[in-house]
């Protein structure tokens, strides 16, 4: 699906420059008249076509109380046309970095709810005509199935503009939905005659619900989870790629016992793997009890009906998993534990961001240069780490989303209360930070060349770190005092190959155990580093792929 909108009128066929996804009215073109002069009186004015594809929205600014220098009020008034555009708009997801995230769009949008609750409520119209003891509707023809799943697989931006506008009159989004399928089904005669059992026992929530774990189910498995694995699979091959580069470690910001640049990014491959599998596995629920969760209504009108199971049936039937004890919503508890799975993802992110970033400050990377590039604008030397520092803020954007979203959805005064609704819409922002971050954390990845040398140069001038390996060959002989020896040789002062050797030396020690200390260098002092750099791909498992949201395979 793409989305577009031209100066006044919305083209489906075009890629659009509106916001897809902050924005409550998603699909509306913005116009704004203004009088510079003039800024305090504002007026807005929405209107819209009977066509699908017109819907204009203009603000107009007045004020005729200021004066000019001479005393004299400023005659006439100036206004300008002010589209929505990527300059206008109020998110910087919908505006500056909309190629980017403009994938989630079509799931996390308002088109893309409206296309949920379409699908969700032609779907229990089907399931009703399958139900034997409901005979006011019968089994549907093949060719009536095949108009109906039609509406969901045709569902057009025009088509979400109609209900839209049918919204304008009724003030409630759901029931617009409702009376729009009624509009399009009363042509046909087999479903006209049945068009009254279309939203049939549901309350809002039950329609919405579905189509939010929908939203959430179609969007990770489509957009948000293969950006993952990429990013996964990319830092699986930096430590791949260098498992055998030695590298200084610095714990407390200080030398420490050196280890490879490969082992180092292995264990964010391995972290963010872990992560991502435990989100994959969060069961995404649904719920379809009616007004407080006990099929009061459906009850009432077939009392001798299996609802709990017809409900169930029908929830699965969506690949979701069935949440049974309900009020008038979902809980939002899978909602809670996905967001913060998410999160945690997020902050091994951070960590990692943070740790390029330091190793790019120190020398042990160079980043690729791109022609045409500034850095700074008034330094020309200046090669920034933006990529790295776009991808931080962005997390930590989407982290305080997602954080509110966690803690406030599972919280809902008595049956329900309407904050739930409103935070809702905002899912797709903390998923469309976390899109963009995600991608700026590969673009920089992409701009990344190991500086051998400087890796090097910072080992041959941290002799001092063979000190743990000596003192533990000394623990292992007997040799009185080691740990006291090594920190009289090595604490606050200067220590060199040559300092390190004639310590060496002097140390009673058998020829074997004496020869292995003397070969050592910073540079091989690496422990297991290089192999378990090398199993990286064991450990993360993606050979095997990972699981999507409502796979039980």
């Not at 066929?13 to 699909?27: A, D, M």
């Not at 203004?34 to 017109?54: E, K, L, M, Q, W």
């Not at 082992?263 to 009890?289: N, P, T, Y």
């Amino acid at each position: 699906m793409e989305f577009g909108a031209s100066s006044r009128v919305l083209n489906p066929n075009q890629r659009s420059l509106f916001n897809p996804i902050s924005s409550y009215h998603k699909s509306i073109g913005l116009f704004c008249s203004y009088n510079p002069h003039h800024p305090s009186n504002v007026s807005f004015h929405i209107s819209a076509a009977n066509s699908r594809r017109d819907c204009i929205c203009k603000a107009i600014v007045k004020d005729n109380s200021i004066k000019s220098e001479k005393g004299k009020r400023m005659p006439g008034e100036y206004s300008h046309d002010f589209e929505l555009t990527s300059l206008t708009a109020l998110s910087p997801l919908d505006g500056r970095y909309w190629s980017k995230v403009k994938d989630l769009a079509p799931y996390m949008s308002e088109y893309g709810l409206i296309r949920f609750r379409v699908l969700v409520e032609i779907k229990w119209l089907l399931k009703l005509s399958q139900i034997p003891e409901v005979t006011e509707v019968p089994q549907f023809s093949k060719e009536a199935q095949s108009y109906l799943q039609g509406l969901v697989d045709g569902f057009s931006m025009g088509d979400a503009l109609e209900v839209k506008n049918i919204e304008k009159v009724t003030n409630h989004d759901v029931k617009a939905v409702e009376y729009f399928l009624k509009q399009k089904c009363q042509s046909h005669p087999e479903i006209a005659k049945v068009l009254e059992f279309f939203h049939f026992a549901c309350t809002s929530e039950d329609i919405n619900n579905l189509a939010h774990a929908l939203m959430l189910k179609e969007a990770m498995n489509t957009v948000i989870f293969p950006v993952m694995d990429e990013l996964i699979n990319v830092i699986c091959n930096m430590a791949k790629d260098n498992a055998h580069i030695a590298m200084l470690s610095r714990t407390h910001g200080q030398p420490a016992s050196p280890t490879t640049l490969g082992k180092e990014m292995a264990i964010f491959a391995v972290r963010l793997s872990r992560e991502r599998q435990d989100i994959s596995q969060v069961e995404i629920m649904g719920k379809f009890a009616g007004a407080v969760g006990n099929y009061n209504a459906h009850l009432i009108a077939y009392p001798d009906i299996n609802w709990p199971q017809i409900a169930e049936e029908f929830v699965k039937s969506l690949g979701l998993s069935f949440n049974p004890y309900v009020t008038q919503i979902e809980t939002h508890d899978y909602m809670a534990k996905l967001f913060h799975g998410i999160i945690q993802f997020n902050n091994i992110l951070i960590d990692f961001d943070r740790d390029i970033w330091s190793y790019i400050s120190v020398g042990y990377f160079k980043q690729i240069t791109k022609a045409g590039e500034i850095g700074s604008s008034t330094m020309p030397h200046k090669v920034n780490p933006i990529d790295f520092e776009n991808s931080e803020g962005n997390l930590g954007k989407a982290n305080g989303g997602l954080s509110h979203l966690s803690m406030k959805l599972p919280i809902s005064r008595w049956q329900r209360d309407l904050t739930d609704s409103t935070v809702l819409r905002n899912m797709g922002e903390g998923l469309g930070h976390s899109l963009l971050a995600y991608k700026s954390s590969l673009q920089g990845i992409a701009k990344l060349q190991v500086n051998e040398a400087g890796l090097s140069e910072d080992l041959n001038q941290s002799w001092e770190v063979l000190a743990e390996p000596i003192q533990t060959v000394m623990r292992r002989y007997g040799v009185p005092e080691p740990y006291e020896k090594l920190k009289e040789l090595t604490r606050g002062r200067a220590v060199t190959r040559e300092s390190i050797r004639e310590f060496i030396e002097g140390l009673e020690l058998p020829k074997e155990a004496k020869t292995n200390l003397l070969n050592l260098t910073p540079h091989t002092y690496v422990g297991a580093a290089i192999e378990l750099a090398r199993a990286v791909d064991r450990a993360v498992n993606l050979v095997n792929g990972f699981k999507a949201l409502g796979n039980d395979g």
